[in-house]
């Protein structure tokens, strides 16, 4: 890369040395080439029209922070980033809430953000844009007179064709990622349903070469799947719980859930089906424990303060029914968890239960296999509909809308002969190790350095 890189991400890391998954994925690339990190610092409170602003001092490379008002933390980032697109990418456009004041929000945060690093990038810089906040980004740059690389990332599911019409007409994903020389999608389901949309929507033709091909432009669209930093989460899992007796009060058969409070995450059904499980087991002295880790999230918005409720009504009534004087069911733990102790509890645990309805990727589900003790590893059950599932084959595979079929993985799972375990475990390891997190972004960069947005006369000749 001749330039420097510039990344931009909604967040931008505080810490030194930002613990876990992409953020630290992305501090370690950043680390080693140098350049700028762009994102929103919620302590940081601008007036809009400033430029961005340095934040600490790290000496690798810049941190640069843009300011959101109290309106465009509305607009923007609760109104249309996360009541919009994030239904509309996980299939529940149910749960849009449309305005136009989150339309011109998004719009005015995107076009303020693209003049404040236009700012601070030369020509032969590669600004890497991430996730469903900045869809409009490149668009922006481009009418400023960017020309140099500008690569998207989407950690989201791509949504399908039919789901669009729940977006405003003006906001046309097509034409917004037509202005970025690459498009990065997690799986090949996503790229499919990408490509379909560039069809349909701009008449754009796909190319030998899996480009698309848009007037006299051209837009690589391809998947590559984020994974965990394999090495460091295998080594953190390994290491003695230190607290005995939390050690002691978790034996037994653990079955656990780690996920954002979030409608995707498919919670209520998944606790119906541990309430299912419990309810057909043949061997009733068999004490299975379902340890459900949540941390709340987008509070603020209605579709969340909903689901939260209807979370403790189904756990209330799960305990009040299944309890023992000696045994809680279910532990539902409402708060983030250090990640060292959160290792340790993917180990101890018989059973990863990841059931999402709709999810990019879902690390979770990479984090309990790397967790794993291989003479002994626990059972992934997982949904197909996330994003993991499309490689990780040899986990139990389950329909999150199905409470009959989940609850029989779950005692297919607690009862599995220990060379079947170890045989899913390896496989599903092997998949965990192809996608590790630090040549997710060196693959990524290298395509992205690699792509040629103007088309050639040698295109045009191999496409006839
Ligand atoms: P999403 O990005 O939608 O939240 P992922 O499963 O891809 O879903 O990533 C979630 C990340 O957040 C994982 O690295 C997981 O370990 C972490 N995480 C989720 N819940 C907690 C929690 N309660 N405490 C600590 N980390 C958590």
């Not at 007179?145 to 064709?161: N, Y």
């Not at 097509?174 to 349909?200: H, I, K, N, P």
């Not at 996920?259 to 119906?272: A, C, E, I, T, V």
């Not at 626990?378 to 009959?404: C, F, H, K, W």
């Amino acid at each position: 890369m001749s330039g420097k890189l510039i990344v931009v991400s909604n967040r931008i890391p505080t810490a030194a040395t930002p613990a876990g998954g992409l953020v630290y994925a992305l501090h370690e690339t950043l680390r080693k080439t140098g350049g700028i990190w762009v994102g929103s610092d919620p302590e940081f409170h601008a007036s809009p029209s400033r430029s961005l602003t340095e934040i600490g001092d790290q000496s690798a490379y810049r941190r640069l922070a843009f300011g959101l008002t109290e309106l465009d933390h509305q607009t923007f980032y609760l109104g249309f980033a996360n009541s919009v697109l994030w239904p509309v990418c996980h299939r529940r456009g149910d749960l849009v809430r449309m305005s136009r004041r989150f339309e011109q929000g998004y719009r005015r945060v995107n076009k303020r953000l693209a003049q404040q690093i236009f700012e601070v990038a030369k020509v032969d810089d590669t600004i890497w844009v991430h996730d469903y906040h900045f869809f409009p980004l490149a668009s922006e740059l481009r009418k400023l007179g960017f020309e140099g690389k500008i690569g998207f990332f989407l950690h989201i599911p791509f949504p399908a064709l039919g789901d669009l019409g729940a977006l405003p007409l003006e906001a046309s994903l097509a034409r917004w990622l037509a202005d970025y020389d690459l498009v990065g999608l997690q799986t090949r389901a996503d790229v499919a349903r990408c490509l379909e949309m560039f069809r349909s929507e701009l008449g754009a033709e796909l190319m030998n070469d899996g480009k698309i091909k848009y007037g006299d432009q051209t837009v690589g669209v391809r998947s590559f799947p984020i994974g965990i930093d394999v090495d460091t989460f295998v080594a953190t899992a390994k290491r003695p719980m230190a607290d005995a007796k939390l050690a002691a009060d978790l034996s037994g058969d653990i079955v656990i859930g780690v996920d954002r409070l979030d409608y995707s995450k498919g919670l209520p059904n998944r606790f119906r089906a541990f309430g299912r499980y419990l309810e057909t087991r043949t061997d009733k002295s068999r004490r299975a424990s379902l340890l459900q880790i949540a941390p709340p999230t987008r509070e603020e918005v209605t579709a969340y303060q909903d689901i939260r409720h209807e979370l403790e009504e189904l756990a209330g009534r799960l305990n009040g029914e299944n309890a023992e004087l000696d045994w809680t069911p279910l532990r539902y733990i409402h708060r983030n968890i250090d990640r060292n102790l959160l290792a340790k509890l993917y180990r101890i645990a018989r059973v990863g239960l990841v059931t999402p309805f709709a999810d990019g990727m879902n690390l979770v589900a990479k984090e309990y296999i790397a967790a794993q003790d291989p003479n002994d590893p626990g059972v992934l059950v997982l949904s197909r509909m996330a994003g993991a599932a499309e490689d990780m084959t040899q986990a139990l595979l389950v329909n999150p809308y199905d409470i009959e079929e989940m609850s029989e993985a779950l005692t297919q799972a607690l009862n599995m002969p220990l060379q079947e375990r170890q045989d899913r475990y390896e496989a599903c390891m092997a998949q965990v190790k192809a996608t590790d997190v630090g040549r997710w972004s060196e693959n990524y960069l290298s395509a992205l350095k690699d792509s040629r947005r103007k088309l050639s006369w040698d295109s045009f000749s191999s496409t006839g």
